[in-house]
């Protein structure tokens, strides 16, 4: 196969869908005109209304980014104790716990969708456990009912991460319906952004109030302060783009499912990579599209294929690699130890995130698939990969 050339412009991992400028400097102007920047005026009520209705759920409140509404969910459950939670996840997730005073629990993933195994959560309950926090990783639902059914045996609470899982339904129920609360991530690089931002998602109507005190200082009203709270508001320019996102957030959807579609077809017979297709009944988001590199089937390794596409001017992330459990901070925990999360240990070793945004082209998506191939091929015929020239 003739040796594809490098791409002239890099291709990052992914770029934010962006909405109509000019609709953006209307929304400035009003803004502007209001002199209203912050502390939950009529851009937030706005949103967070109409985010409501998107997402299908009883209760929405919005914060300045995730992990600030993540920390606000733990607190209003006031957690205690340890929470059970995956090591294949984002650094935010585990480092929550910590500032919540609360110890995460690693447990192992499953294989095949690379969340939270239910079947070995119980095994690690113990007196002090007080919540579970699984992650929908990349977008894939966690096995809600299993997860549910261990939480209600032992009197814990669930709370979802669901940083990746913006827009998605399960048999048509929204996921943010699950669990005690759900957080959803609107940093920069999600399919849904407000630049930075964050919400969660929740059933009990008791625990709006508690979270609208927690972001807001605890100010109850000008002269009453009743929680010692904290500042996560949204402000109002946040709160305008996740307004002008949600017009433009099934378009993104459906061109990056187009994408993931050529991907699948065009990896689908290399040896060594794998990648997870549609679960039945689930309404996918398609945030991004990962694949595992199996070294001995492939013919070069997950870090070498990292830096061959880098090369071409490919950039790729090693989604979630090193674990969690494998920080600095962590990892003398018990539960940090490699032999407790073989699955996990496996899948952070293997992992790759290629780029997929809806402005890719199909044909970069097909070059891509090219580079790929090609070092595939490298492999089947025993050829010395390093030795295979990048043209430009
Ligand atoms: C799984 C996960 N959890 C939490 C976060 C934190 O969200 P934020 O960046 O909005 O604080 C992120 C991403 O940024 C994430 O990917």
Redesign the pocket.
Known sequence: MKTPKSFEQPVYVTRPPLPDRNAVYRKIDEIWDSQWLTNIGYQHKLFESKLQEYLAVPNVSLFC??????QMACQALRLSGEVITTPF??A??PH?LYWNNLKPVFCDIEPETFNLDPQRIESLISPQTTAILP?H?FGYPCNIEAIQEIADKYGVRVIY?A??CFGVEINGNPIGIFGDLS?F???A??IFHTF???ALTFKDNSIKERLELSKNFGFRNEETIVVPGINGKMNEFQAALGTLMLDIIEDEMHKRKKLVMIYRERLKNIAGINFRGDIPGVKHNYYNFAITVDATEFGISRDELYKTLKKYNIFTRKYFYPLCSQFQCYRNYPSSAPENLPVAERVSKSILTLPLYGSLREADIHKICDIIATYAYSSAYNLNVSSICYSN
């Open positions: 980014n995730g992990t600030m509404a993540l996840t984002f935010a997730t929550v992650v990783v991460d940083a990746h957080m991530s609107f940093h690089t999600k930075e931002g964050g």
